[in-house]
């Protein structure tokens, strides 16, 4: 994903895991890509910086094969600290309009 939203997350989410992802997960890790400037936030937009991008272009694999060729290029980027803060009752309405489909 190039570009989305909190409910897109959760849908990409669930379409790996089977399961929504919880709230706590979903801060801390996006709360580390920002901070790592790997995502920027336009908005409720996410959107991958180029150095996000160039993670991104490197993957290879299926969809459960990403992870591996992902992570060791992760692994890499010094992780920034801070925390992202969503709008009270952002999360749980994503997650309501995710689940209305």
């Known amino acids: 994903m190039t570009n989305g939203s909190v409910t897109r997350v959760i849908a990409s989410y669930d379409a790996h895991n089977h399961d929504v992802l919880p709230e706590t997960m979903f801060v801390a890790s996006l709360s ?16 991958l910086t180029p150095a996000g991008r160039r993670i991104a272009k490197a993957r290879r694999g299926g969809m459960f094969e990403i992870a591996r060729s992902v992570l060791p290029l992760l692994s890499r980027i ?24």
């Open 32 to 47: 580390a890509l920002i901070h790592s400037g790997l995502v920027d936030v336009d908005g409720d937009r996410f959107k």
């Open 78 to 101: 010094p992780r920034g600290a801070g925390t992202y803060h969503l709008p009270p009752g952002h999360y749980d309405q994503a997650v309501k309009d995710y689940l209305r489909g």
